[in-house]
């Protein structure tokens, strides 16, 4: 297992990209709302989810590294 250290902002916004991406997915394969809303709701969801993952990712990627870093200077 890896070690990654975020502050608590960026775990707050990984977790929110992937809350919106799931609910987003959600609305588009329930039929809880009238087909026009939830569709555009899903849509928009899912598009905000997928298109903040790259910098979610590149916020992880960063403090692997720096704790690879910190870890290698102690040793």
């Given at each position: 297992?890896?070690?990654i ?7 707050g ?7 919106a ?32 993952t ?14 690879e870093r910190?870890?290698?200077r102690?040793?």
């Amino acid at each position: 297992m890896k070690d990654i250290m975020l502050k608590t902002p960026e775990f707050g916004f990984i977790v929110a990209t992937r809350a919106a991406l799931a609910l987003g997915a959600g609305l588009l394969l329930s039929s809880r709302l009238n087909s026009g809303k939830r569709r555009a709701l899903g849509s928009a969801l899912v598009a905000v989810g997928a298109l903040s993952t790259i910098p979610a990712l590149m916020l992880v990627r960063r403090s692997r590294s720096a704790r690879e870093r910190l870890r290698r200077r102690i040793e």
